[in-house]
Nanobody, 121 residues
Framework: QVQLVESGGGLVQPGGSLRLSCAASGTFFSINNMAWYRQAPGKQREWVASIPVGGTRNYADSVKGRFTISRENDKNTGYLQMNNLNPEDTAVYYC???????????????WGQGTQVTVSS
């Protein structure tokens, strides 16, 4: 059984920083793509950033220059470093990973449980 466990959310003042982590555990072959999404109250879930294996990182315009996505493949863990946070960044942040289940077994998408990020003075 595969699990994605997020951590690192919390309350931070405007201009502050947080680092989110997403650890994948269970039985799978490799992580193809990792991404972060967020959902603010009353709004739809939106894509924030993604990092494919060996590929180019991509960011939503709203976070470009402030957020950095990264991954440590040997730890099956992804990160989202968030700097210069503002109240508009307040949301539940979700990790998504597309996992290869092995040669000939295809891939599956998994979601973490979400972690709350609140930016407020």
């Amino acid at each position: 059984q595969v699990q994605l466990v997020e951590s690192g959310g919390g309350l931070v003042q405007p201009g502050g920083s947080l680092r989110l982590s997403c650890a994948a555990s269970g039985t799978f072959f490799s992580i193809n793509n990792m991404a972060w999404y967020r959902q603010a109250p009353g709004k739809q879930r939106e894509w924030v950033a993604s990092i494919p294996v060996g590929g180019t990182r991509n960011y939503a315009d709203s976070v470009k220059g402030r957020f950095t996505i990264s991954r440590e493949n040997d730890k099956n863990t992804g990160y989202l470093q968030m700097n210069n946070l503002n109240p508009e960044d307040t949301a539940v942040y979700y990790c998504n990973a597309v996992l290869s289940m092995g040669p000939g077994w295809g891939s599956q998408s998994y979601w973490g449980q979400g972690t709350q990020v609140t930016v407020s003075s």
